[in-house]
Every structure is written in C-alpha cells, then in structure tokens.
C-alpha cells in the first residue's frame, strides 16, 4: 500500500527556517498532525574546515527502520515496515534552513500520534513535574491524572511515567548498583554503623548495618555480660 501525505507536505517543500531546530521542530509538529512520526537518520558536516558544522539532517519515517524476525521460528513484534518516506534539511548560503522532501510516500497506514512514542514523550515540565511527585510519593497513574489535567493535549501514557521515574532512577544510581549506592550513604553517615564484605568480582555478598547508638548499646551489653560472667567464676563454690 502506497498512502501518499496530504498536500500540506508538498508546500513544506522548499521553506526556510531560522535554524534546524525550527525546522525540526515544524517537520515533527506536522507529522504528528498527520499520523505518523519522524527519526533522525544522517547529517552531513561541512568539508575543509577546522571546526565543521551540520549542514545536512536527514529525517526518514520512524516505521522506516528494517523488519526484525523475518525468516525465523519465533516472529516478534516489531512496526518497522521499511517505509521509504525521507526529508532533509539543508542549510543555505545565507545561514537559514530549508526542507527539501526527497520520498513523500508511505508504505503503512497513517495512525493515531500516540502509537509512536515521540510523540508521548514528556517535555522537560513535565520530567520535572514527573519526578517531583514522584519523590513526593504520589502514584504513577495519579501523575498521569495530573499532567492531563494541567495539559489536556498530552499523550503521555502510565508506561512513559514509568520509563521517567526508571531514567531518573538510573541517573540518580550513577551506574551503581542500589546497595552499592546504600553504603556509600551509610559510610558518609554519622548515625550509622556498617560493614560489609564483597567477593572476587567487589560484589557485596554480606553487609551488616545499624545506627550507632543501638550498635553501642549492643556492644555494652555484651560487655556487661562478660564482666558479670567473669565475676561470677570468681565467686567461691559453696
């Protein structure tokens, strides 16, 4: 099946933009008006120079990737289906930018935006705001709730929240693992006594924690113990 795009593309053909992201902006706006998304594929930086720029950005069909799974057993799921449809953007002598469409057709169905995780992804308010009731302790589907409320127009779904909350997680960790992470934050606090033991590889297989003044209290009770035990031996046999 070819679908060709509604003629609004056709008129994009040849616009200048200030900058790329104006025009990269636009292209994406316009895709998501039209059933479809928009990846970056290629761009070409300037020859000759000593500190060379783009001046080429290439942007194909987000289904235009190659199909997964063909000629094996198990078929996955996967909606590449070698879509042909490219534009670039190219920069001018003059500095502005305009889009040149190279293939204006599609192989698939155009569908709903929200089929194409681009478009559900969160703006930087809403990362912010994602992250902060988060930490606030709020549900992910009542974080949902609240950025569509506030932003009517947002596809963000429960399963992009939950990819937010994993990236700041993993941000947060620093590539450590979660207990690595917890001794680094006992080690560095005053209220708390730690030991831990790790194996060949440095991962911990033993860690033993505790706030100080329940660990001090420990200790002199077992001293107190021994003292007590060791008088008592002094004590003559009757």
């Known amino acids: 099946m070819d679908t060709a795009v509604p003629e609004r593309l056709e008129s994009l053909h040849g616009e200048e933009y200030l900058s790329l992201a104006l025009a990269e902006k636009e292209l994406h706006q316009y895709a998501l008006q039209h059933g479809f998304a928009l990846t970056k594929k290629k761009f070409v930086k300037d020859k000759h120079k000593d500190n060379p720029t783009i001046r080429r950005q290439d942007f194909r069909c987000a289904k235009g990737g190659r199909k ?30 305009t889009v040149q469409v190279k293939e204006p057709s599609h192989n698939h169905e155009l569908v709903e935006p929200s089929a194409f995780p681009y478009h559900r992804r969160p703006t930087e308010d809403q990362q912010t705001r994602i992250r902060s009731l988060h930490a606030s302790g709020v549900a992910p589907r009542f974080i949902v709730a609240s950025i569509l409320e506030q932003t009517p127009e947002s596809l963000i779904t429960l399963r992009d929240v939950y990819n937010e909350i994993a990236r700041e997680r993993k941000e947060r960790l620093g590539g450590l693992t979660p207990i690595e992470v917890l001794v680094m934050e006992l ?14 590889d440095g991962h911990i297989e033993r860690l033993c924690m505790g706030l100080c003044v329940c660990v001090l209290c420990f200790v002199s009770c077992v001293y107190l113990k021994k003292l007590w035990c060791a008088e008592a031996r002094k004590q003559p046999q009757a």
């Open 187 to 200: 080690q560095y606090d005053e209220e708390w006594a730690v030991h831990y033991c790790t194996d060949g």
């Open 68 to 97: 997964r799974g063909e000629g094996v057993k198990r078929q996955t799921g996967t909606r590449m289906t070698e879509c042909a449809y490219e534009v670039r953007v190219l920069r001018t002598d003059y500095g502005t930018w």
